[in-house]
Structure formats: structure tokens, C-alpha cells
């Protein structure tokens, strides 16, 4: 559904190569050899992308305030897809390359369960404040976290060269905007995952089942 821009973030990273990504990048890429990105490591990057999953969950008073929460994430969230799943979290995504907190312009978005949002939070920063979330799983802060899988090679020599990698991901976002499946489409689509990975007949039934009551 997304191959568009998966193929549209090939080319830029691979016209980087092409065109020297080392006048662009910082640090060590500029001297050292093994930081240079070759053909392998783009196809490594697209390979990885959205595989590294993690689940963030927030439970408790409300957190500290937004713009002492700012950051940016290391490389594997070059490519970043969030996607709250319970409660809500609100993300400042700030207009400037400072962390100061004078002149600066935040664009907020308020997360609901949902809400989908695919970024470059490796160069943006960014901060996340939470309202105040009670003491049990049901009143929580649940998200996913779909960032970018890398080997550990890999991650360094993106590492090296963050700004042009994070600079065409958000032209190719731009560029071609990532299409999310709908809940139906999501579960024929894991319903068939699983199906076909599951060698008990008795099981597959159970999954068919489990899909066509929820």
C-alpha cells in the first residue's frame, strides 16, 4: 500500500550516494571510509522499516511539563510511525534546531486512541507531556512505537550521515504520504498472517472466530 514511498526513500538515499553524502553529513562520516553508506545499508534501511516495535505505557500523575521532556531519538527513528492505542498523550514538535524555550514555535498534536503520526523525531525535537493518567491499566497511556530496525553497523553509519537520511525522509513523506490500512483491512490482513503460519486447522478456526465476533 506504501510501496510509493518506500521506493521514492530508495532512490533519494541511493542519489545520496551517488552524489556524496559525506558534503552533508558530520562527524566521523567525513574522514572515516566505513561511514559512507553503501547500496547495502539503504536496502537495509528500507528493509527495517517500522520492524522495530516497542510498546510505551504511561500510568500516574500527570507528567513534567512539555518543554522539559524535549529530545530528539537516536537513529532508528529516522523513520517513525506512532500510534496511540489507549488514552491520551500530546506531542510538541518544536520549528527550530534550539532547545531553548524562548522564540520558539511548537507545533502540539493531542494523540487520542487512533491517532497515527509519521515523522523524523531522530532530527525533531520534540517533547510529550501526559495528563494525569490514574493508577490502573484502564485509565493509562498506551502507544506504539514502529521505528526503523538496524543492525548495529548499520545504525552507525546512518548515524553519521542523520541529517541527509532524516532530510529525505521527510521530502519522500512529503513527497508520498503514508497510507494507513483501515481496521478491517488490518485484520483480514492479520487474520491471513496468522492463518498461514498456524499449522493447527483447530487453531486457524479459532483465530477466524476470534476476528469475526470482535
Request: with cysteine; proline share 5%; hydrophobic share 35%.
Amino acid at each position: 500500500k506504501n510501496s510509493n514511498f518506500l521506493a521514492d526513500l530508495r532512490g533519494r538515499l541511493l542519489s545520496l550516494i551517488r552524489e556524496g553524502v559525506s558534503q552533508n553529513a558530520q562527524g566521523p562520516s567525513l574522514t572515516n571510509p566505513k561511514c559512507i553508506p553503501k547500496e547495502a545499508d539503504v536496502e537495509a534501511f528500507i528493509k527495517g522499516a517500522f520492524r522495530n516495535v516497542a510498546i510505551q505505557i504511561h500510568v500516574g500523575q500527570s507528567s513534567h511539563p512539555r518543554e522539559l521532556t524535549r529530545h530528539r531519538d537516536h537513529i532508528f527513528s529516522a523513520l517513525h510511525m506512532a500510534i496511540t492505542l489507549r488514552g491520551k498523550r500530546t506531542v510538541g514538535f518544536l520549528e527550530t534546531d534550539s532547545f531553548a524555550m524562548d522564540s520558539i514555535k511548537e507545533l502540539t498534536l493531542l494523540n487520542r486512541p487512533g491517532t497515527v503520526y509519521v515523522t523524523s523525531p531522530a532530527a525533531i525535537t520534540h517533547g510529550v507531556s501526559f495528563e494525569d493518567l490514574g493508577n490502573s491499566m484502564q485509565s493509562s497511556s498506551v502507544s506504539m512505537q514502529c521505528r526503523t530496525f538496524l543492525d548495529r553497523e548499520v545504525a552507525l553509519v546512518w548515524k553519521a550521515n542523520k541529517i541527509p537520511l532524516c532530510n529525505a525522509v521527510c521530502d519522500s513523506l512529503r513527497a508520498h504520504p503514508i497510507e494507513i490500512p483501515s481496521t478491517d483491512e488490518f485484520q483480514k490482513s492479520l487474520l491471513r498472517l496468522s492463518s498461514a503460519h498456524s499449522p493447527d486447522p483447530l487453531q486457524r478456526d479459532l483465530i477466524t472466530y476470534r476476528y469475526h465476533i470482535e
